[in-house]
């Protein structure tokens, strides 16, 4: 579910821009394409956080995975994704309908994501670069922590597995996770903890095109 919102939060209307040759977007479509954007790739990074815990109980505790991964307990990490990225999405789109736009309206991107947009607004955009660099890297902070400390233990219990091909099957329970993260927080952080004056359109374009589109 989230990775089919993800994709239509942008991919439909970047389809419509090619089909009837017009690019422009309202200012209220933008600040929705915005949240809903900025929700989505959150949620994706906290899934994928979630999803490392799961593949850790799987693989270091399978004899208490029923016990620990209890229905309670995911329903509560899935419940509190949605709900705290629904709100730091609020929080960024707030303070983005409080800058003005008063010279260049044309965003360098395919979708109205947050640093294009403060590259072109005439207000001082402090506010919102240091909100973006202490939730965004809060969060991104609390989501790398929990990958790398599952993938340790993972790697560490795989790593004592006698037999080559136990280790394969263990391995290739967290492969294909393990690549899907490598792309998306890769991609994502170079584009989201870099200040605005020093991107660049193209390569940020590019970038984006991998975790918006590519990773889901």
């Given amino acids: ?59 270091c505790h399978p004899l208490h995975y ?63 670069e240091l909100v973006i660099f202490i939730t965004g890297g809060l969060t991104g902070l609390i989501c790398v922590l929990c990958l790398i400390i599952s993938y340790t233990n993972v790697f560490s219990t795989i790593l004592k597995i006698p037999s080559a091909q136990g280790k394969r099957k263990a391995f290739s329970t967290c492969s294909s996770h393990l690549s899907v993260v490598s792309l998306f927080f890769g991609t994502s952080f170079c584009v989201d903890f870099s200040s605005p004056s020093t991107h660049s359109a193209q390569k940020d374009t590019v970038a984006s095109v991998m975790y918006t589109v590519v990773t889901p």
């Fill in 1 to 59: 579910l989230a990775d089919a919102c993800f994709v239509s939060t942008t991919v439909p209307k970047m389809l419509a821009n090619i089909q009837i040759q017009s690019q422009a977007i309202s200012y209220s479509g933008c600040l929705l394409q915005l949240y809903f954007f900025m929700l989505f790739v959150m949620l994706e990074a906290f899934l994928l956080a979630v999803m490392a815990y799961d593949c850790y109980v799987a693989i």
């Fill in 66 to 128: 029923i016990l620990i991964m209890s229905p309670g307990l995911r329903i509560f990490l899935v419940s509190a994704s949605w709900i705290m990225n629904a709100l730091h999405s609020l929080l960024h789109t707030l303070l983005m309908n409080s800058l003005s736009f008063c010279a260049n309206h044309e965003i360098p991107h395919f979708l109205c994501d947050i640093n294009p947009l403060l590259g072109l607004s005439c207000t001082d955009p402090f506010t919102n």
